[in-house]
């Protein structure tokens, strides 16, 4: 028995069924409608052709005669929309399916990417365009069923869709109501077609020849007749063939007909139906319920064997039942068809309505179908129990990006009170927590608690492993990281010994309690605990077939990495990056946290430029959305590359941003700190003591006695030039008397020590400083402190001799002033004299040559020569040349000669 | 007995059930007729009339279901407005 064809999805659910088109077999009793088709090629030279008809008129039978035309010399993409389709994310990777399958790319279905709960639908369409512009052919997308699709995005997105379609690439959809699209833009530039109901009808010619194919002699006068009667309509036509062959005197059956009143289907379907054998309008009767059928089911729901033949059989005889894979184990009926087999299952066998629905339910639910199980048990009117697996299931299928269709099925429960409304409390919560409504969901979140207390033990469990899950998420889309964990210890013990499906969703559950437990935990600076959870989650959601849980933990992996050396924090977000990139996620919001740390530590290192490429990504990884708290990190991220770049005021923008996203963060962690003490020191150094003095002052105790502030309060000190002030703050900090959140700050606190020693006039002891900073930097060759500090003055003059990490300062000068700085490569052969430095240092100024000669006490003629020399010695032309050369060897400064 | 609200012109928002009279083409056999389960139905000429309590959800369901099922839609309209209203103190 063959699995549901799962073309989309984590390779449990399917998704949208994007049914393999057999070329070249258009199907029995379909007649090639040459007008019709000619008329559709037209169209299809234009962009966007749209066939919108009501039900039955033939538009798919069109779809598909139109593309199994031999000679068609562009890929066509097929697909149809699921009924009641309401998962976006689901509709696109369907799509992506059937591109990518139309495009020949290997085996398409085997490299759909997984799905992304939450998952933004215009990055989808983003993805979709991007892959039809990479293949070079010439592309039809053609979409069937697409009214179906009644997700409130869908509008938005499928315009986005149809209105930057590549040149090259086509678009044919079907659908039997107008939709609300606005492609006013397309239909002005000549770029949309139309083909509707009045083209779709069969003319007499056309009704003529079908009757004709399926064996049918009627005479002329007759056939015209039923044309009337069914005034062409496709489904009436089809239906009144089948019902017209074997009959033994036509002409009375059609003068029958058309004596009638009865609507075409009314009749046809009942004379239809009457003409099958007993087996096969038992199948077709009992079938209906479903969605889409495969011969065990079948015979589960006929109490008989031999479906399979019969499926097969009616497919071939007729148009109504359509197989949906290639190896033809999966059938679905024509809507309309379906529906009206439906009704006169209702009305002949009332009785077994509910039965079959039950049957359909758990066979669903046995092999992993819980949302479409769900829906059946509530068609049966078993509510309970559809609460109790929608309950069960519920995070799993949010997992599985069905979050709309979670909440459809919560919808349709009638408003009760009793058992099952307890159950679906925890439903509500997730899908309230979906919509963001975080209040909400501490709400239910508390009732489901009481209720879990009374459930049986398994059941308990998993109740409250959901709840502490549902917590921790909370906990993190707050940035609330205080009070959680103590939870964690009862959270991830569970019981041995249940049966596989109760298996799959406790280790569903688990993976996502690790997850969000392991999260919580980097940002309580819990970091052992938090590694350990997280490297468990990622094993354990690798197993279990989870890459969305899987790329997750590891992106926080390498964020909560990075207290412990940056070394290994590259790795493991390079690590999660290359997992991610694997499935297409490499620009997706959960990869965020891993590109924002590997930003984070590169700067650390001093490779800015490298750092600034992935800092890109992070921040449109995370700009429509994501958790407060890796925006912070983003923003922060930026921030520290504009004070290693020297640009302070853009530098106070971002820790402004940061600040924002703290304010959005309820309670403090491990960052909050870093961008207070930087802002005050950014502003410090920017010779706004006044303003940092103020922020060093609304800080509270608690938090103005961290390592990180004492520094910064250095700063200032030193920037209001008491040095020995400084060295006292800092010397606090050495001692390690006050809490510090890495070694990171005592590098920082030396730095800022040798600044404070040179100003007070004690060379040595400022290299001394500068020499304990390096042996802290070395291991994890760390420049960043040097570049925040403007340390690397002090390593310019340091004798190259008195260091034994030669290589450090060399590398940290490079980074920092751009190469060849570091090194006398570059250095002018000569070394302008003292006389000519002074005078290259009213260069920039706009007195005049004679001007400074006045003001160096000098004759003009002096100071022609040395400008003369300066120029050769700097290879320079002209005066802004000179200029620029000598800022850029950071000659113009005044320092100490 | 029911009671009118006191005669507004200008349009409320009513979400309570109105009567509904919905005309398709054709004659609507028992099979068909199914699919209304609400609804009494009446043939009148060639078209088939049916009548019933709906609100806007309940309506928007038949015409979902008239759609589905491929018949043509001829007219809908709403006869009464309001529904039983129980006096209040």
């Known amino acids: 028995m063959t699995d549901l064809p799962a073309v989309a999805g984590s390779g449990r659910a399917p998704g949208g069924a994007a049914p393999v088109h057999r070329r070249g077999k258009a199907g029995p009793g379909l007649i090639r409608r040459h007008d019709l088709v000619a008329a559709l090629d037209r169209a299809v030279q234009k962009r966007v052709t749209i066939i919108s008809a009501p039900a039955g008129t033939g538009k798919t039978s069109l779809l598909r005669t139109w593309a199994d035309q031999p000679g068609q010399d562009c890929r066509i993409a097929f697909m149809t929309v699921r009924p009641g389709q309401r998962d976006m994310q689901l509709f696109w990777l369907t799509m992506l399916g059937a591109v990518r399958a139309a495009a020949g790319s290997g085996d398409g279905a085997a490299q759909l990417p997984p799905v992304a709960p939450g998952s933004g639908g215009s990055a989808m369409v983003d993805k979709v365009l991007s892959e039809l512009e990479e293949s070079c052919d010439r592309f039809v997308l053609v979409i069937d069923d697409l009214h179906e699709l009644s997700s409130p995005e869908a509008a938005g997105q499928l315009t986005a869709l149809l209105t930057r379609l590549p040149p090259g690439v086509r678009a044919v959809v079907a659908t039997r109501r107008d939709l609300p699209l606005r492609l006013h833009k397309l239909r002005l530039a000549g770029e949309l077609a139309e083909i509707r109901a009045a083209q779709l009808r069969f003319t007499e010619h056309e009704t003529r020849q079908f009757l004709a194919a399926a064996g049918i002699a009627l005479p002329d006068h007759v056939a015209v007749m039923l044309h009337q009667r069914t005034e062409g309509w496709a489904a009436g036509l089809r239906l009144a063939v089948l019902s017209l062959a074997g009959q033994s005197d036509p002409e009375r059956f059609v003068a029958e007909f058309s004596g009638s009143d009865r609507t075409v289907a009314d009749y046809l379907m009942a ?117 109790r697996m929608l309950t069960d299931h519920a995070l799993s299928l949010t997992l599985d990006g069905q979050a709309g269709t979670v909440a459809a099925l919560l919808r349709a429960f009638p408003a009760r009170t009793g058992e099952e409304s307890a159950d679906l409390t925890l439903v509500r919560a997730i899908a309230d927590q979906y919509q963001l409504r975080l209040d909400q969901t501490d709400t239910h979140l508390r009732e489901v608690r009481a209720y879990a207390a009374t459930a049986a033990p398994a059941r308990r469990r998993r109740l409250e492993m959901a709840v502490a899950s549902v917590d921790l998420l909370s906990a993190r889309l707050r940035g609330h990281f205080d009070s959680i964990v103590e939870q964690a210890g009862a959270l991830l013990c569970l019981g041995d010994g249940q049966t596989s499906a109760d298996a799959a969703l406790s280790s569903d559950l688990k993976a996502i309690a690790l997850l969000n437990l392991g999260v919580t935990e980097a940002w309580s600076l819990r970091l ?28 926080h992996l390498g964020f909560a990495s990075t207290g412990r050396s940056f070394a290994m924090a590259r790795r493991r977000c390079e690590e999660a990056i290359t997992v991610a990139a694997r499935h297409g996620w490499d620009a997706e919001a959960v990869t965020a946290p891993a590109l924002a740390a590997l930003a984070n530590a590169l700067i650390w290192t001093g490779q800015f430029d490298v750092a600034e490429h992935w800092l890109i990504r992070a921040r449109r990884a995370t700009q429509a959305e994501g958790e407060p708290g890796i925006r912070l990190l983003v923003c922060l991220t930026s921030a520290i590359l504009e004070v290693a770049r020297g640009h302070g005021h853009r530098a106070l923008e971002e820790f402004a941003a940061a600040r924002q996203m703290q304010a959005l963060m309820v309670g403090e962690h491990g960052l909050t700190v870093r961008v207070n003490a930087w802002t005050i020191a950014t502003q410090a150094r920017l010779g706004m003591t006044r303003q940092a003095r103020a922020a060093l002052a609304a800080l509270d105790g608690r938090q103005a006695s961290a390592g990180e502030i004492r520094n910064a309060a250095a700063v200032i000190l030193l920037a209001e030039q008491d040095p020995a002030a400084a060295r006292r703050e800092l010397r606090v900090v050495l001692d390690g008397d006050v809490p510090v959140l890495s070694y990171l700050t005592q590098v920082e606190a030396h730095l800022l020590d040798a600044f404070a020693c040179r100003d007070l006039g004690d060379e040595r002891a400022s290299q001394e400083a500068a020499e304990q900073a390096l042996n802290l930097a070395e291991p994890d060759r760390l420049m960043l402190p040097f570049a925040m500090t403007g340390a690397w003055q002090l390593l310019e003059t340091m004798p190259r001799h008195g260091t034994s990490h030669a290589a450090l300062v060399t590398d940290i000068l490079d980074a920092v002033c751009g190469p060849g700085r570091g090194g006398s490569a570059m250095m002018p052969v000569e070394q302008l004299s003292r006389s000519e430095l002074r005078v290259l240092r009213y260069l920039p100024t706009n007195l005049t040559r004679r001007e400074i000669a006045g003001e160096l006490s000098v004759s003009l003629n002096t100071v022609d020569t040395h400008i003369r020399r300066i120029y050769a010695k700097l290879g320079a032309t002209d005066r802004t040349a000179a200029v620029e050369r000598g800022r850029e060897l950071r000659l113009l400064s005044v320092g100490r000669t | 007995m029911r009671f009118h609200l006191p005669a507004d ?81």
Not at chain 1, 324 to 351: I, K, N, Q, S, V
Not at chain 1, 531 to 541: D, F, M, N
Request: proline share 4%; charged share 20%; with cysteine.
């Open chain 2, 9 to 89: 012109d200008h349009v409320v928002m009513d979400w309570g059930p109105a009567l509904y009279m919905i005309r398709v083409d054709g004659h609507l056999g028992a099979m068909v007729l199914y699919a209304f389960p609400g609804m009494t139905p009446q043939q009148k000429g060639a078209h088939t009339v049916l009548t019933g309590w709906l609100d806007q959800s309940a309506l928007h369901g038949v015409l979902a279901e008239i759609e589905a099922l491929g018949l043509v839609l001829l007219e809908v309209r709403q006869v009464e407005s309001h529904g039983e209203i129980t006096e209040i103190q």
């Open chain 1, 271 to 387: 004379e239809m139906l009457e003409r099958q054998p007993p087996e096969v309008q038992r199948l077709l009767l009992r079938t209906s319920v479903l969605d889409r059928v495969n011969g065990e089911l079948a015979d589960l729901l006929t109490g008989a064997t031999g479906s399979e033949r019969i499926l097969l059989d009616l497919e071939d005889a007729n148009a109504f039942v359509v197989s949906l894979d290639p190896g033809r184990t999966w059938f679905r009926y024509h809507r309309m068809f379906g529906e009206l087999l439906r009704l006169e299952l209702r009305h002949t066998m009332p009785a077994d309505v509910a039965g079959l629905h039950q049957l359909a339910a758990h066979w669903l639910a046995s092999r992993g179908q819980a949302a479409d199980a769900i829906g059946h048990l509530q068609a049966a009117g078993d509510w309970n129990e559809a609460a």
């Open chain 1, 528 to 555: 052992a605990d938090s590694e350990r959870h997280l490297v468990e989650g990622a094993a354990l959601a690798c197993r279990i077939g989870r890459p969305y849980l899987q790329v997750a933990c590891l992106a």
